[in-house]
């Protein structure tokens, strides 16, 4: 006999930062959801470990901030640039952001941990090693879940892709994606080690090579470092340990301290992700919606994915407790979406081209929009502190990339 179908209102896929901050935020909410995660317990991955100012205030939207502060993440109020090895005045992000908010560390996977748990304290049920496989949309979708005790169908009045950069759900509803053209990559790395630092953001900059670092401590003890690339850097892709030496001396030619170095034992794995951005437009098919990285990847580069994903979570949310009609409200998030992503994009866009160009002539123009950019602030982007609202007009562009750059981007 065949197994019952399982009714719900919502069916997330994925267990992530999307996934599980929308099915807490759901279950409070009093609606029936379940959320299908593969993983039984997450491991690094290299994902983000940095939320930005302007998405710490999509966190506190979706009251996840202080459950973040209270288990896995610590805030980080200061960022120090350093320009080809030199440092320059840090940033205090209390008092240069709009809401005078910090950025979160944390190690990736503790995150996932512990928002999970929270999505099931909140009444979510969550399956865990459990993964969708199949899909049927349509007025009351159901989709084929496989565990280990075999195959369960669900059927709910929507069913969300939160499963991440690959996601399976957007393959099976056949949805296309649309991406740029490759310019930059990002190598992640874990380093141990007893650095007695502020617990900053760092961020140095080798940009007439095209190359720069980030480094925060994720947990105590340990740091996580980004090597970000432009796509003509260097001669080859690096990934695995066999490639640690090189990567840390990467770090020392882009300006990392090098006693910051020697304290300091990478571990575990390298792997580098090519940044350009990739997504499907208007993510929502026939009551089943995409979310975060399923709906549309930004450069990590930037930071923004945690942010990003928040700020979807918050529009789905909102969408779905105002509309009783789901498809409606599915369709309007899609549209909030796709506006507040295309614009991040494109800030994203002119931050690769004005910090990461490569040569004398880039190196040239860069200094120009540097010293533009102090005596005028309105004319930096601030795309940490502002994300999709950063400030990225025409006339932004033309003045610190020149007029030609304006259609471009
Ligand atoms: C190298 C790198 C560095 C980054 N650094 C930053 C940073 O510093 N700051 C920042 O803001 N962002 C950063 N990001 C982006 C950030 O990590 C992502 O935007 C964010 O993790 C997206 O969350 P998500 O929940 O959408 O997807 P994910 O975190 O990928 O979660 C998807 C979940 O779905 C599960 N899953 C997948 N398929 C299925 C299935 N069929 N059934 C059930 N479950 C499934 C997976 O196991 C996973 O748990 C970085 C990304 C990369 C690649």
């Not at 009093?30 to 966190?59: C, M, N, Q, Y």
């Not at 990559?185 to 502020?198: A, H, K, S, V």
Request: overall charge negative; some cysteine; glycine content about 8%.
């Amino acid at each position: 006999m065949a197994a019952p179908v399982i009714d719900c209102d919502l069916l997330i896929a994925g267990g992530g930062l999307a996934g599980s901050a929308l099915g807490r935020a759901m279950a409070l909410a009093g609606h029936h959801v379940i959320i299908v995660e593969k993983e039984t317990a997450f491991r690094d991955r290299i994902r983000g470990e940095v939320l930005l100012p302007w998405g710490s205030v999509e966190a506190k939207e979706l009251d996840i901030y202080d459950i973040l502060i209270r288990t896995c993440a610590t805030e980080v109020a200061r960022e120090h640039f350093y320009y080809s090895g030199a440092a320059t005045s840090p940033r205090d992000y209390r008092t240069s952001t709009p809401k005078g908010t910090c950025t979160l560390t944390f190690f990736h996977p503790e995150m996932q941990e512990t928002l999970l748990n929270e999505a099931a304290r909140a009444g979510a049920e969550i399956w865990r090693g459990a993964a969708l496989s199949a899909l049927r949309p349509g007025d009351r979708p159901e989709a084929d879940v496989f565990d280990d005790d075999g195959m369960k169908t669900v059927r709910a009045r929507l069913v969300v892709g939160a499963d991440g950069r690959e996601s399976h759900v957007a393959m099976l509803l056949a949805m296309p994606r649309s991406n740029d053209e490759t310019e930059l990559f990002t190598g992640g790395l874990q380093m141990t080690g007893d650095l007695q630092i502020e617990h900053a953001l760092y961020f140095c900059l080798h940009a007439i090579s095209g190359r720069g670092v980030i480094l925060v401590q994720n947990r105590p003890g340990n740091f996580r470092a980004y090597l970000l690339h432009h796509k003509d850097a260097l001669p080859r892709r690096l990934s695995g340990a066999r490639d640690f030496a090189a990567v840390m001396q990467h770090f020392r030619e882009i300006g990392l301290p090098p006693d910051w170095l020697e304290g300091l034992t990478p571990y575990g794995f390298f792997a580098s992700f090519d940044g350009a951005h990739r997504w499907i437009p208007h993510p929502v098919r026939a009551n089943c919606a995409l979310l975060g990285d399923a709906a549309a990847a930004s450069d990590p580069v930037w930071g923004n994915g945690l942010s990003r994903t928040l700020r979807d979570v918050r529009l789905l949310r909102d969408r779905l407790l105002d509309d009783r009609d789901w498809t409606r409200a599915a369709d309007g998030y899609a549209k909030d979406h796709d506006d507040f992503f295309q614009r991040l994009r494109r800030a994203e866009r002119l931050n690769a081209r004005l910090h990461f160009s490569m040569g004398e002539e880039a190196e040239r123009r860069r200094q120009l929009a540097y010293a533009r950019m102090e005596s005028e602030p309105e004319l930096n982007p601030d795309v940490s502190g502002l994300g999709p609202e950063a400030r990225c007009n025409d006339h932004v562009i033309s003045q610190l990339l020149g007029q030609d750059h304006v259609t471009l981007i």
